[in-house]
């Protein structure tokens, strides 16, 4: 088997997410070497949407954790009763990055307004578009590039739905929408990894290759 192929493939399933996190800072030349993995992430159009907005402070942080915290506290007293009994897990997995030394909050740009007719069959055009796309797979980059670090990371999603929190901490950039968070700091923890699905299971191929 190809050298190269084995030694990428140890890389990405040596990445594990990351939710408890050593009390040790993280420098900016590490923050740095990051965001240069991030920035050569393909992309719509080579249209790179992304923006990372970077917080350091612990208390700022922490308080970002508690607001969001709150907010879907808030949003879960709507829940049907089935759901409810599940809506402290859910908090807890939307507040996690609260420990971390670092959080990164990836945004992407709006697409073109211009674009909109082209849209019309597109069930998800925001996905479509490509934009969050791009900053997903920077992102992937960046998260990639913190475990030959040795930095761990955790990508969050669920914070996202405590929109009103994140915007009343954080001002989001004109255009912007925020994408994901990303947590990072030196892992506390090594956890094992979660099952994969088979490939069996993912893949379908529809033809017999055409011979050559
Ligand atoms: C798009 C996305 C959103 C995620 N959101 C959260 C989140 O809100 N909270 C959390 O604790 N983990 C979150 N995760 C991490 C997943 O739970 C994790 O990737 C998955 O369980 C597989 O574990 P692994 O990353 O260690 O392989 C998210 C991951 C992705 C890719």
Not at 137 to 154: E, P, R
Request: glycine share 6%; with cysteine.
């Amino acid at each position: 088997m190809n050298d190269e192929y084995e030694s990428l493939l140890g890389r990405l399933r040596a990445r594990r997410s990351i939710r408890d996190f050593q009390d040790l800072p993280v420098s900016r030349a590490d923050l740095s070497r990051l965001f240069e993995a991030a920035r050569w992430a393909p992309s719509n159009h080579n249209r790179q949407p992304w923006r990372f907005l970077v917080l350091e402070d612990r208390a700022r942080i922490a308080a970002l954790a508690a607001g969001v915290g709150r907010r879907l506290g808030e949003l879960a007293e709507s829940l049907p009763a089935v759901a409810a009994p599940h809506a402290q897990e859910l908090v807890r997995h939307a507040t996690v990055f609260g420990r971390a030394p670092v959080v990164i909050v990836a945004l992407h740009r709006r697409p073109v307004q211009l674009a909109q007719p082209l849209m019309r069959e597109a069930e998800t055009p925001v996905l479509v578009s490509g934009e969050p796309l791009s900053v997903a797979m920077a992102v992937q980059n960046l998260l990639l590039a913190a475990t030959a670090l040795g930095l761990g990371t955790c990508v969050l999603t669920a914070p996202l739905l405590a929109r009103s929190a994140v915007e009343a901490a954080i001002a989001l950039p004109a255009g912007c929408e925020p994408t994901c968070f990303v947590a990072v700091g030196y892992p506390a923890e090594t956890p094992p990894p979660p099952r994969r699905k088979e490939s069996g299971l993912i893949v379908e191929y529809l033809d017999s290759p055409t011979p050559p």
